[in-house]
């Protein structure tokens, strides 16, 4: 078993996509949440914590996935909120302990990247991939700096300016799709025609 937890940070409304994000298709037998918590328990992660909005969880549930022992879904009844908000909340189940943290509108994700980054953490505080110079996602953060998150009441603060005050490792990775980020439905199409 993985001794790892990720979060799967799915809980925003998705204003600019027009639809949530989770449930976009992935392909035809999965959509976009379907996919990575299928991915996540195949790499047999020991903890896989979903945050969702109250809307989504009420669609969310009867699903297959949800009733896996190592998969936690968490109510966020203010999604209105930061995405720090949620990030808490997830902690908050989690436990505080080394955690990957993985946008839903980031949805691919591999073994080889997360077995490089878990290999690279070290004593960095955080690693995030690099792909041609650009930072990307998912992004692991130590028990430390969990715990550190954790205790930010300031939930305001973007997470990438938070990891400035802390030692983070730059992962290079030869994968493009860590770049990937789908935020309107011309990058839903997009991804989709270049991913069929």
Do not use: W
Not at 98 to 109: E, R
Request: glycine share 6%.
């Amino acid at each position: 078993m993985n001794t790892n937890t990720v979060i799967i940070l799915a809980a925003g409304n998705s204003t600019r996509m027009g639809t949530p994000k989770a449930l976009l298709s992935f392909s035809e037998a999965e959509n976009f949440l379907e996919h990575l918590v299928a991915k996540y328990l195949e790499f047999r992660f020991e903890k896989i914590v979903v945050v969702l909005n109250p809307v989504l969880l009420s669609q969310i549930q009867p699903s297959g996935f949800a009733r896996n022992k190592n998969v936690l879904l968490v109510e966020n009844k203010h999604p209105e909120k930061s995405r720090n908000y949620s990030l808490h909340l997830g902690l908050t189940h989690a436990g505080v302990k080394q955690v990957f943290i993985q946008n839903i509108d980031n949805p691919l994700v591999s073994y080889e990247l997360l077995h490089g980054m878990d290999q690279a953490l070290g004593e960095h505080d955080y690693v995030y991939p690099v792909y041609n110079n650009r930072g990307g996602h998912p992004i692991l953060v130590s028990e430390k700096l969990a715990k550190k998150i954790k205790e930010n009441d300031n939930l305001d603060m973007p997470l990438n300016r938070f990891l400035t005050n802390f030692n983070g490792f730059r992962f290079t990775t030869t994968n493009p799709e860590v770049l990937i980020n789908i935020n309107t439905i011309n990058d839903y199409h997009a991804f989709i025609k270049n991913h069929k």
